[in-house]
């Protein structure tokens, strides 16, 4: 009786219960690595890390961006391969022994500011391949105070007993100091809306 009167019900139940088994499918067929960004986006972001794959023979990204730019990457090296002039490129003709696997990456692990997993990609046949900068030291902040050197001295340098020492260094004399600096008188505040007692 109840389902007679609210039809409406059987029909929102039946609609969820398809969208839960539609959602629980595999993504077959579903090959694009989208990145998080739009198809535009995506495809300017893939293009300009061949172009400096190309130009710098190696880079250094993010694992999944590495891995969607290996397939491009191989693709223009075949398409290199083709010999006409449109698509001839250099990494072309170091590589024309090789029948695919281009690229190679390499996993470097987390990314410091937020865990991002890195990695390098580069050409297998690269002749020439640049290193990394080696990273410049952080200045301590504090001063560690220097450690005296200690004194190995032989003991053909050292004085015998026979010996007078040598006579003792004059005292230091004190430098004179600089009378103290006068103390900063404070600065008046000034009080907005206020009249100030010493105006």
């Given at each position: ?72 990457a191989e693709r223009m090296v075949t398409l290199g391969k083709n ?91 004190e430098e004179p100091t600089a009378p103290p600096a006068e103390e ?16």
């Amino acid at each position: 009786m109840a389902l007679r009167q609210r039809p409406y019900l059987l029909l929102a139940n039946s609609k969820r219960l398809c969208e839960d088994r539609v959602s629980s499918r595999m993504r077959h067929q579903k090959k694009t690595i989208k990145l998080g960004r739009t198809a535009d986006h995506r495809r300017a972001l893939l293009a300009n890390q061949v172009c400096a794959l190309i130009q710098h023979q190696r880079i250094k990204t993010t694992l999944a961006k590495a891995k969607a730019v290996r397939p491009l990457a191989e693709r223009m090296v075949t398409l290199g391969k083709n010999g006409s002039i449109h698509a001839r490129h250099d990494i072309a003709q170091r590589s024309a022994e090789r029948n695919g696997g281009y690229t190679r990456i390499i996993k470097l692990g987390a990314r410091k500011s937020d865990s991002a997993r890195m990695a390098f990609i580069e050409w297998v046949d690269a002749e020439h391949i640049a290193e990394e900068k080696p990273k410049k030291e952080k200045k301590a902040k504090h001063k560690e105070p220097e450690a005296k050197p200690q004194q190995t001295t032989s003991e053909a340098e050292q004085p015998t007993r026979e010996e007078p020492k040598a006579e003792a260094p004059a005292p230091r004399q004190e430098e004179p100091t600089a009378p103290p600096a006068e103390e900063p008188k404070p600065k008046k505040r000034r009080w907005f809306g206020r009249k100030s007692d010493d105006s």
